[in-house]
């Protein structure tokens, strides 16, 4: 079973930036390592659906939200179990409970990597919030 455990939300000013990170735990022996896994990050504002920020296949390919492409970077260490988000520019709707997902698929459809119904393991989630 799959662990994931984020850090480094925190609040911030509008403008200003965060890192997020996530370390992932429970690959045993014989089993798909963390390297063969997609992983997303995914946030929920209060009173409304969850919605995926960012995802990137176990090759480093990206892909982003509309809302967030240019001003976030989502990046991964395989060799480390890790998995960052980088936030720039943060704007008060950028506020949320940001969670750190994986999908055990290597190489799913392009647009899976924004579904959160898609991923299977998840982290406890870490809070952002962004002021004007």
């Known amino acids: 079973q799959v662990q994931l455990v984020e850090s480094g939300g925190g609040s911030v000013q509008a403008g200003g930036s965060l890192r997020l990170s996530c370390v992932a735990s429970?690959?045993?022996?014989?089993?798909?390592?963390?390297?063969?896994?997609?992983m997303g990050w995914v946030r929920q504002a209060p009173g409304k659906e969850r919605e995926g920020v960012a995802g990137?296949?176990?090759?480093?390919?990206?892909m982003y939200a509309d809302s967030v492409k240019g001003r976030f970077t989502i990046s991964r260490d395989n060799a480390k179990s890790l998995l960052y988000l980088q936030m720039d520019n943060l704007k008060p709707e950028d506020s949320a409970m940001y969670y750190c997902?994986?999908?055990?698929?290597?190489?799913?459809?392009?647009?899976?990597?924004?579904?959160?119904?898609?991923?299977?393991?998840w982290g406890q989630g870490t809070q952002v919030t962004v002021s004007s």
């Open positions: 990137v296949y176990s090759v480093a390919s990206t």
């Open positions: 997902a994986a999908m055990r698929l290597s190489l799913p459809p392009r647009s899976w990597l924004l579904l959160p119904e898609k991923y299977t393991s």
């Open positions: 429970g690959f045993t022996d014989g089993d798909i390592p963390y390297s063969g896994y997609s």
